[in-house]
C-alpha cells in the first residue's frame, strides 16, 4: 500500500480547541497536496475554508464534540447550520450516558434526527469505543445500521483511548451491510494507518498522516 492509496482514505484532522486560522490553513493546504479523503475541522472554521478553497476537498466536521451530550435540538441544529456553511461530512457524538444508561431508543430517535437533518452528505457516528463494553459497541452497530448512517467511528481521540483493532473487528461482524468504518485516534504510524486500513477501515481520522508518511516514504 503506497502512500497516496493511505491519503485517499484519511480525513485529516484538526480539532485542537487552540486551533488558529494559519493552522487550518497549513491543514487545508496538505489536503490538496496530498490529496488526503477530506479535512476534518471545527465547525466554526467551515465557512471560511470553504470561501477560500471552495470545491478543491471535502469538508468534515464534528457535533457534539467532544463529550456528546449536547441535547438533540441542539446537535440538529449544529448540523444544518454546518451543512449551511459548506460541510459534506457530519462526525457526530452520540450521547455516551444514554447509552450508559441503556436508554437505547433515545439514542436511536437522536440518531435518526441527525441522519435526516444530514440530507444525502455523509454521517459518520462516533461512539467513543473506550467508554463502552462489547456488550454496548454491538448494541451501538445495530442502532448506527439502524439510523441510516454510513460510518461507525471509534473515538474523539479526546477521550482515554483511541482506535484499537479489536473493536474494528467487532463492527465488521456486527455492523449491517453498507456502513463502514472510521478509525481515529491512537494511530502514530504508518504501520497502524496499513493495519487499520486491511483490518477493514475505509477512513482513518489522524492529524498525524503527513507528519509520518512524508518521514516514511
Not at 20 to 30: G, M, P, T, V, Y
Not at 72 to 89: H, M, P
Not at 94 to 111: M, Y
Not at 180 to 205: P, T, W, Y
Amino acid at each position: 500500500m503506497n502512500n497516496s492509496e493511505i491519503y485517499s482514505h484519511v480525513d485529516h484532522t484538526l480539532l485542537k480547541a487552540y486551533a488558529s486560522w494559519e493552522e487550518i490553513k497549513k491543514l487545508c493546504d496538505e489536503a490538496v497536496t496530498y490529496r488526503t479523503a477530506s479535512v476534518c475541522i471545527p465547525p466554526s472554521y467551515i465557512k471560511r475554508v470553504r470561501e477560500t478553497y471552495g470545491k478543491d476537498f471535502r469538508i468534515c466536521t464534528v457535533i457534539g464534540f467532544p463529550l456528546g451530550y449536547h441535547t438533540k435540538d441542539i446537535k440538529v441544529r449544529e448540523t444544518l447550520q454546518a451543512i449551511e456553511d459548506g460541510a459534506d461530512e457530519i462526525d457526530t457524538v452520540i450521547n455516551i450516558g444514554d447509552v450508559k444508561n441503556g436508554d437505547f431508543d433515545i439514542v436511536r430517535s437522536e440518531l435518526k434526527a441527525i441522519r435526516e437533518a444530514v440530507g444525502e452528505k455523509i454521517l459518520k457516528v462516533i461512539i467513543e469505543t473506550c467508554y463502552l463494553t462489547d456488550a454496548e459497541k454491538r448494541e451501538m452497530c445495530r442502532i448506527v445500521t439502524e439510523a441510516g448512517a454510513d460510518y461507525i467511528k471509534t473515538s474523539t481521540g479526546f477521550g482515554t483511548e483511541g482506535a484499537v483493532l479489536k473493536d474494528i473487528f467487532l463492527f465488521k461482524v456486527e455492523i449491517g451491510p453498507g456502513v463502514k468504518i472510521k478509525a481515529a485516534g491512537g494511530m502514530h504510524s504508518r504501520q497502524d494507518f496499513v493495519e487499520f486500513l486491511n483490518a477493514g477501515c475505509d477512513r482513518l481520522g489522524t492529524s498525524s498522516a503527513v507528519k509520518v508518511l512524508e518521514k516514511t516514504d
